[in-house]
């Protein structure tokens, strides 16, 4: 991974704006953006960012790539959609937020134990187990991700939404024993397997 | 109504506002015949409600009062008000036009001494205002309107009010049976000076110009200085009518963005500007003005204007478009939420007055002109060669400052005459 992170430096040589056209979804839209401050204005989410969508932009613009690509910024956003609706240039924002996101992972730079990128990889792990999400599962691991007694404090917090989603059927207790998976989990694995394939390709051509 | 005489030689100008008055006296005045139709009651258009003109800051009534006095001078000028155009058939040098003319329902007797205005009862939006204020049922459009003459509401006509009217007039100058009345003529070339109007400021949804008082449109801003305005030419505030010492400005309401109407209207950070300075002239240092801009576009010689404003302590500029208004509830501000661009700062920022500079968009919508034109992406007239003889003047060719409108308007009049020329050419 840092590998591939050195690799991107020599490349794009302080040409920061250029590296996310070419390698983050809708990196492209960046250069459009007209400082204009509405979106990070309208961010439900802002006033809790380090750096707000507008300031990003601008940053991208302005080289400062390890400012960016360590921030934990663009792991705070909910998705809510808010920016893309506001922004009067159509800057697909949350889009390039999690392009952000996901790129400064697999660059390994993403921030160590942000919560949303922890609980992303927890969802992605147990999703990709059976084809299908786990949820008493996923809860409980969500419990436990800052640690045991943390863990139990959480569990307990919640047990009543619990046994309320048991009693509705809305979760079962048999989960735990491994759950359900989707019909054709072998071919659901192989379809992981190209969809990787065909992402490292992507990458390893732009990044070549 | 006398007859109307026109011929293929005839131009006709659509808009009396002051491109329109522009276009037709320069055709007049080299001598060709005109025929200058305007919708509303009188003349002026939308300069006759600004209190002064950048960058000079001189009083726009007085542009006006020369193209009036040059119009009643000029024989070859017709005016007709309250006259809207229906159809326009044929070609270049030979347009059959269809007119529409609303009634009045006062004639040429009317010496304007205001008894009718007194006797009757009923009130309406005073649309001269932008509905800030209210007018009586029978009214004179403006102080100083042309033609200097009543006008009674079509919705009194057949109420006891018109009867209370026409008692009221000493001059018999009221006339309730006159009707609608359509004219076709026939006119050589056409010259649409239809101009602009402020876009609806109700679809910005968070800045709350539907929800809260203290939050007006520049337009009506212009109205409020007005001596002889809604407020007596004080700034005050709606909600509650105290002095709005601290006025915020909002850059680019509307225009510049793909949700409303994507040009840049190119004439409000002029305006604003301008306005900042109605609030020294009115309350000298306890004046303060915020301008929230994304840029400022302060045209060609008009930089030096920004400058002096720049340097006016009581003026700060907040290089950020705002992202939402709220009101505090207790003391009716509004509260103006954003970050800024300079340091990407959070604020909340109470003011007594918000004013959007709101952005220009064509008066008439695609969809409603007399025949087929070609128009831009953003609605304003193309300069093309489809139109044939039927040429832009002013805001309907695109958001301009008067000057430039001006400019536009003669450049029109000159293809107009243009065309007319080759048809007397041709008749011999
Ligand atoms: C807040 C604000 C402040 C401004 N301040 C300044 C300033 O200080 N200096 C400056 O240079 N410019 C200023 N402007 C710009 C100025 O208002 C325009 O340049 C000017 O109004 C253009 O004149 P016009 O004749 O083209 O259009 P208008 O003034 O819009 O006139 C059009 C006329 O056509 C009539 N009409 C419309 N539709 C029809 C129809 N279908 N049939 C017949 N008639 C019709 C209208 O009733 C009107 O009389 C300001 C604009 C704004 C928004
Ligand atoms: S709203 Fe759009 S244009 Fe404005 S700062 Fe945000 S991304 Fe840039
Ligand atoms: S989508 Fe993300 S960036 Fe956009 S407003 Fe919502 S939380 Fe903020
Ligand atoms: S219509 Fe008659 S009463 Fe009314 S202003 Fe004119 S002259 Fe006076
Ligand atoms: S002139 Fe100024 S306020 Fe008006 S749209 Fe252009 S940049 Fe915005």
Redesign the pocket.
């Known amino acids: 991974m840092s590998n591939y992170n050195q690799e991107m430096i020599e490349k794009y040589r302080g040409n920061f704006l250029k590296e996310v056209q070419d390698n983050v979804e809708e990196g492209d839209w960046v250069k459009m953006c007209m400082q204009c401050g509405v979106c990070s204005g309208s961010c439900p989410l802002g006033p809790h960012w380090e750096h707000p969508p507008q300031e990003i932009f601008m940053m991208i613009r302005a080289g400062k790539r390890d400012e960016v690509l360590q921030s934990s910024s663009m792991w705070m956003c909910t998705s809510c959609y808010n920016c893309i609706a506001r922004c009067p240039r159509g800057l697909p924002i949350t889009h390039i937020m999690h392009g952000l996101a996901t790129y400064s992972k697999r660059l390994g730079l993403a921030p160590k134990n942000q919560p949303t990128a922890k609980f992303a990889q927890l969802f992605w792990d147990n999703l990709t187990r059976t084809g299908r999400v786990n949820e008493l599962k996923l809860g409980l691991s969500l419990y436990f991700m800052n640690g045991f007694s943390e863990g139990i404090k959480t569990a307990l917090k919640m047990k009543d939404i619990g046994l309320g989603m048991l009693k509705t059927k809305r979760m079962t207790p048999m989960e735990i024993l491994g759950g359900h998976g989707c019909k054709d989990k072998k071919g659901f694995h192989a379809m992981l397997k190209k969809a990787q394939e065909i992402e490292e390709a992507r990458i390893g051509k732009s990044g070549s | 109504m006398s007859e109307v005489i026109a011929t293929n030689q005839t131009i006709l100008v659509?808009?009396?506002?002051?491109?329109?008055?522009?276009a037709a006296l320069e055709a007049a005045e080299c001598g060709k015949q005109v025929i200058l139709?305007?919708?509303?009651p009188s003349?002026?258009?939308?300069?006759?409600?600004?209190y002064?003109?950048?960058?000079k800051l001189c009083h726009?009534k007085c542009g006006l009062e020369i193209n009036l006095r040059r119009i009643k001078a000029n024989r070859n000028v017709r005016v007709m008000t309250l006259?809207?155009?229906t159809s326009i058939s044929g070609d270049a040098g030979n347009y059959s036009v269809t007119l529409k003319t609303s009634p009045r329902y006062v004639n040429e007797n009317c010496t304007s001494c205001g008894a009718c205005g007194d006797a009757v009862e009923a009130e309406f939006d005073d649309e001269y205002n932008y509905g800030l204020g209210k007018r009586k049922g029978a009214y004179l459009p403006y102080n100083q309107a042309y033609p200097e003459r009543y006008v009674l509401d079509p919705a009194i006509v057949g109420t006891e009010d018109a009867e209370k009217a026409k008692a009221a007039c000493k001059y018999d100058a009221i006339d309730l049976d006159m009707g609608e009345e359509e004219t076709t003529i026939t006119v050589g070339a056409v010259i649409w000076?239809?101009?602009?109007?402020?876009y609806d400021a109700g679809k910005i949804q968070p800045y709350g110009y539907d929800r809260f008082a203290n939050v007006i449109?520049?337009?009506e801003?212009?109205r409020m200085l007005d001596p002889h305005g809604p407020t007596g030419g004080k700034i005050l505030r709606p909600s509650d009518g105290k002095e709005a010492k601290d006025v915020a400005f909002i850059q680019c309401a509307g225009s510049r963005d793909k949700n409303h109407l994507k040009h840049c209207?190119r004439?409000?950070c002029?305006?604003?500007l301008?306005?900042t300075t109605y609030l020294r002239e009115q309350f000298g240092d306890e004046g303060k003005g915020t301008v929230y801009y994304i840029d400022i576009r302060a045209i060609d010689r008009i930089d030096d204007f920004y400058q002096n404003i720049k340097n006016d302590p009581n003026m700060t500029f907040i290089k950020s478009k705002v992202a939402s208004i709220t009101e505090d509830k207790e003391t009716g501000n509004p509260v103006l939420h954003g970050v800024d661009t300079e340091g990407y700062h959070r604020y909340s920022n109470p003011h007594d007055l918000v004013v959007l500079?709101?952005g220009?968009e064509p008066?008439?919508p695609a969809g409603?002109f007399p025949m087929e034109v070609v128009l831009n992406e953003e609605g304003f007239v193309e300069l093309d060669e489809a139109n044939g003889a039927f040429f832009a003047?002013?805001?309907?060719s695109d958001?301009?400052?008067?000057?430039?409108?001006v400019q536009?308007?003669t450049a029109s009049a000159l293809r107009a005459i243009q065309v007319v020329n080759k048809v007397a050419g041709a008749e011999g």
């Open positions: 659509v808009g009396g506002g002051i491109s329109g008055q522009t139709v305007e919708k509303t003349l002026g258009g939308r300069v006759s409600q600004l002064k003109y950048f960058p726009p006259t809207e155009v000076a239809t101009g602009w109007k402020p449109t520049s337009v801003f212009e209207s004439i409000c002029m305006a604003s301008k306005q500079a709101i220009m008066s008439v409603d003047a002013g805001c309907s958001a301009l400052d008067v000057n430039r409108a536009s308007a």
